[in-house]
């Protein structure tokens, strides 16, 4: 035992601080997705359909304050400018936290004055609402925080304060729950209050340390990137919230919260894309700073294989996911979970288009993508899930899915046109043949649902396959992580 912790040691000593951190990051955020995957079973189980779905939507509105009160200034210009004002990263980071505020200054005023219509209009009460802001300035600050941190390779403390506050948002949320009758209202403020405890530190934090409300240079960068950019963030809101928000309106909370649970399982391994991209992004703009831009293809490739097989788990084993997590009464949930989960890999997809157009600052044809896909999104389920089910959601999903990746790889594209960007950075070719092998797998496994012994037959053989071939597979993992 001595030794094996001795020998895993000296090869993570060996690997480099760009390896070491987004191994570091990837674990952690299993660490914490394991967690919030307890919670699940935990939560729906303590509380009603129509409980659970009241988390459901205060959670889909909120993304949606994100976008107004922040303009998702911690993402988009985020990355480009950590490297731009490299020098000044923390007067850049307070200067952001300025903007938030004055955003916040005008939301009230519009808000206070008719704040019997807005609330009619969310569903939410005015105590709700002050959550949602003072929610959605917490948390971004921590993004802005940790963001710098992953820039700096600086991994340890941004493990630290995620882990404590996984664990303390489950523990807080748990005590209020069971302390109260109306469980679903105690869901969201149990959440709040452990989000509030340490956001509001690190929004003081980064103040201090800045020590900049207004910056004219970096306020004119950060708001001329990102609010041309508000029609794609708002598109993302609607690819993961207008679904539910849709099926709430036409069907109940209930129904949403059942849709809520296929979604969040669907997009479980999101974390995974995430943690990678964020210690993927500085590596692959140094490359094109390099002039090597050609040497991401074999790492998208990679990284692709690798989802696409951590997703087709998720799939294989669906059925008993649900009914171990959720239980009986939202065991119709399964039928959404393929369709979603094909969208999560063409969202990585979309994400490496994506990241060329962010270096280059070329963003308006990101913005017709994002506004083409999310209006397709929005009529098909205003078709679709009346005359149907909202099992559909997650078809219209899908579709709206396929049509942004398309766009933005057309869009990629030009901006290769306009720059030189090599375009043998990305093999399309793979990635297609990938796409189309991993959807007929989940749909395939998704017939065999009601007949789990077949199901799990094939996944033996499957597994027996992987262990004949586990040397190849164990080099392609390490090359993959060497980059």
Same mark, same amino acid.
């Given at each position: 035992?001595?030794?094996?912790?001795?020998?895993?040691?000296?090869?993570?000593?060996?690997?480099?601080?760009?390896?070491?951190?987004?191994?570091?990051?990837?674990?952690?955020?299993?660490?914490?997705?394991?967690?919030?995957?307890?919670?699940?079973?935990?939560?729906?189980?303590?509380? *009603? *359909?129509? #409980?659970?779905?009241? &988390?459901?939507?205060?959670?889909?509105?909120?993304?949606?304050?994100?976008?107004?009160?922040?303009?998702?200034?911690?993402?988009?210009?985020?990355?480009?400018? &950590?490297?731009?004002? #490299?020098?000044?990263?923390?007067?850049?980071?307070?200067?952001?936290?300025?903007?938030?505020?004055?955003?916040?200054?005008?939301?009230?005023?519009?808000?206070?004055?008719?704040?019997?219509?807005?609330?009619?209009?969310?569903?939410?009460?005015?105590?709700?609402?002050?959550?949602?802001?003072?929610?959605?300035?917490?948390?971004?600050?921590?993004?802005?925080?940790?963001?710098?941190?992953?820039?700096?390779?600086?991994?340890?403390?941004?493990? &630290?304060? *995620?882990?404590?506050?996984?664990?303390?948002?489950?523990?807080?949320?748990?005590?209020?729950?069971?302390?109260?009758?109306?469980?679903?209202? $105690?869901?969201?403020?149990?959440?709040?209050?452990?989000?509030?405890?340490?956001?509001?530190?690190?929004?003081?934090?980064?103040?201090?340390?800045?020590?900049?409300?207004?910056?004219?240079?970096?306020?004119?960068?950060?708001?001329?990137?990102?609010?041309?950019?508000?029609?794609?963030?708002?598109?993302?809101?609607?690819?993961?919230?207008?679904?539910?928000?849709?099926?709430?309106?036409?069907?109940?909370?209930?129904?949403?919260?059942?849709?809520?649970?296929?979604?969040?399982?669907?997009?479980?391994?999101?974390?995974?894309?995430?943690?990678?991209?964020?210690?993927?992004?500085?590596?692959?703009?140094?490359?094109?700073?390099?002039?090597? #831009?050609?040497?991401?293809?074999?790492?998208?490739?990679?990284? $692709?294989?690798?989802?696409?097989?951590?997703?087709?788990?998720?799939?294989?084993?669906?059925? #008993?996911?649900?009914?171990?997590?959720?239980?009986?009464?939202?065991?119709?949930?399964?039928?959404?979970?393929?369709?979603?989960?094909?969208?999560?890999?063409?969202?990585?997809?979309?994400?490496?288009?994506?990241?060329?157009?962010?270096?280059?600052?070329?963003?308006?044809?990101?913005?017709? $993508?994002?506004?083409?896909?999310?209006?397709?999104?929005?009529?098909?389920?205003?078709?679709?899930?009346?005359?149907?089910?909202?099992?559909?959601?997650?078809?219209? *999903?899908?579709?709206?899915?396929?049509?942004?990746?398309?766009?933005?790889?057309? /869009?990629?594209?030009?901006?290769?046109?306009?720059?030189?960007?090599?375009?043998?950075?990305?093999?399309?070719?793979?990635?297609?043949?990938?796409?189309? /092998?991993?959807?007929?797998?989940?749909?395939?496994?998704?017939?065999?649902?009601?007949?789990?012994?077949?199901?799990?037959?094939?996944?033996?053989?499957?597994? &027996?396959?992987?262990?004949?071939?586990?040397?190849?597979?164990?080099?392609?993992?390490?090359?993959?992580?060497?980059?």
């Amino acid at each position: 035992m001595t030794l094996s912790i001795h020998k895993l040691r000296q090869k993570w000593g060996t690997m480099s601080k760009e390896a070491r951190a987004s191994l570091a990051y990837t674990l952690c955020n299993i660490a914490q997705r394991c967690i919030a995957f307890i919670n699940m079973p935990i939560f729906a189980r303590l509380m *009603t *359909t129509d #409980e659970y779905g009241e &988390m459901t939507i205060y959670t889909s509105w909120s993304s949606l304050f994100a976008i107004i009160l922040t303009l998702n200034l911690a993402y988009g210009s985020f990355a480009p400018a &950590m490297i731009k004002f #490299e020098k000044d990263r923390d007067r850049y980071i307070s200067s952001i936290q300025g903007i938030w505020l004055v955003l916040c200054g005008f939301f009230l005023v519009i808000y206070l004055p008719f704040q019997g219509f807005w609330n009619e209009f969310l569903d939410l009460s005015t105590l709700f609402v002050i959550f949602l802001i003072l929610e959605t300035i917490s948390i971004n600050s921590i993004n802005l925080w940790s963001g710098k941190k992953r820039f700096d390779y600086e991994y340890k403390p941004v493990i &630290m304060l *995620t882990l404590i506050m996984a664990i303390a948002d489950t523990a807080v949320s748990i005590a209020f729950v069971l302390l109260s009758e109306q469980k679903g209202e $105690a869901r969201i403020i149990g959440h709040v209050a452990a989000t509030l405890a340490f956001g509001l530190i690190i929004f003081s934090l980064n103040a201090v340390k800045g020590k900049s409300v207004f910056h004219k240079e970096y306020w004119k960068y950060a708001l001329g990137f990102n609010v041309p950019l508000l029609a794609y963030y708002l598109s993302q809101m609607i690819f993961n919230q207008s679904d539910r928000l849709m099926i709430n309106h036409y069907c109940g909370k209930g129904k949403a919260a059942i849709y809520g649970v296929a979604y969040t399982l669907a997009m479980l391994l999101i974390f995974v894309l995430n943690a990678i991209n964020n210690s993927y992004l500085p590596w692959f703009y140094r490359k094109i700073k390099e002039g090597k #831009e050609e040497e991401n293809a074999k790492v998208a490739n990679g990284i $692709a294989i690798l989802m696409a097989g951590m997703i087709m788990c998720v799939v294989i084993m669906a059925p #008993e996911i649900i009914l171990i997590t959720a239980g009986k009464k939202y065991s119709e949930a399964i039928w959404s979970i393929p369709p979603v989960a094909i969208s999560l890999l063409l969202l990585f997809y979309a994400q490496l288009f994506i990241n060329a157009q962010f270096y280059y600052e070329k963003k308006k044809s990101l913005v017709y $993508a994002s506004i083409g896909a999310a209006v397709a999104n929005i009529v098909l389920n205003m078709i679709l899930i009346p005359k149907t089910s909202y099992l559909v959601a997650g078809y219209t *999903t899908m579709i709206s899915y396929i049509l942004f990746a398309s766009m933005n790889y057309f /869009a990629m594209c030009r901006v290769a046109k306009e720059t030189g960007f090599s375009m043998k950075a990305i093999d399309l070719r793979r990635l297609i043949i990938l796409f189309i /092998a991993f959807s007929i797998l989940c749909f395939g496994f998704m017939l065999l649902y009601n007949y789990m012994i077949i199901r799990y037959l094939l996944v033996i053989i499957i597994f &027996m396959v992987c262990v004949k071939k586990r040397k190849q597979l164990i080099l392609f993992v390490r090359n993959t992580i060497k980059r």
